[in-house]
């Protein structure tokens, strides 16, 4: 396995990786925030998963820190341990999310396969589904309960996704400061901090 201080980030072989959080063992490693990471991994107050890349990515967090742990290339895995705070940055950067127009249209609902299929009757639609750059989802869990932010990213907008009933889901155009507070809200929404 191998430490990047600097980081606060461990990286090495997956099966290592993953034993390494599944132990019990105690943990000699600096910085302290890297250890902190991992403890937060073996017992998270809140766990996250992000989807609609290459491989899922897994985040997790208790009151001491936080974690993004990331699957490489070659059945690497890297965990890389923040504060319970810097874990906004580590998804925002996971998930690439930045400045975009915004639409000035109402919210649609629209069947499910729409969005799959990426095909839709509007015209308007049509033209972000052909320039989606991402279609992801962070879901949040802890405490019992959890909550999601789905996005559809396009060079031309942003739009929430939301299910809406029995095969349909709602989009409703956004802007990067409207999903950047609600994935600031998902930590409280999972009972870890304020909602």
């Known amino acids: 396995m191998n430490v990047d201080a600097a980081r606060a980030e461990i990286s090495g072989p997956d099966e290592e990786i993953r034993g390494l959080l599944a132990s019990d063992e105690p943990i000699e490693l600096q910085p302290p925030l890297l250890a902190d990471g991992i403890r937060a991994a073996r017992?998270?107050?809140?766990?996250?998963?992000?989807?609609?890349?290459?491989?899922?990515?897994?985040?997790?967090?208790?009151?001491?820190?936080?974690?993004?742990?990331?699957?490489?290339?070659?059945?690497?895995?890297?965990?890389?341990?923040?504060?319970?705070?810097?874990?906004?940055?580590?998804?925002?950067?996971?998930?690439?999310?930045r400045p975009r127009p915004r639409l000035d249209v109402e919210p649609i609902t629209v069947p499910s396969r729409v969005v799959a299929e990426r095909s839709a009757e509007d015209p308007l639609l049509q033209e972000q589904l052909e320039a989606l750059r991402a279609h992801w989802r962070i879901e949040a869990y802890g405490a019992g309960t959890g909550w999601y932010v789905e996005v559809l990213d396009s060079e031309l907008g942003l739009w929430t996704v939301e299910a809406a009933g029995k095969g349909e889901v709602t989009l409703t155009p956004t802007d990067a400061t409207a999903v950047l507070d609600e994935l600031a809200a998902l930590p409280g929404h999972v009972g870890l901090g304020p909602s």
């Open 43 to 97: 017992a998270p107050d809140a766990r996250f998963r992000i989807t609609g890349f290459e491989a899922p990515l897994e985040a997790v967090a208790d009151a001491r820190a936080g974690a993004l742990i990331l699957a490489r290339p070659g059945d690497t895995t890297v965990l890389r341990a923040c504060t319970p705070s810097g874990l906004l940055g580590l998804l925002v950067r996971a998930v690439g999310l």
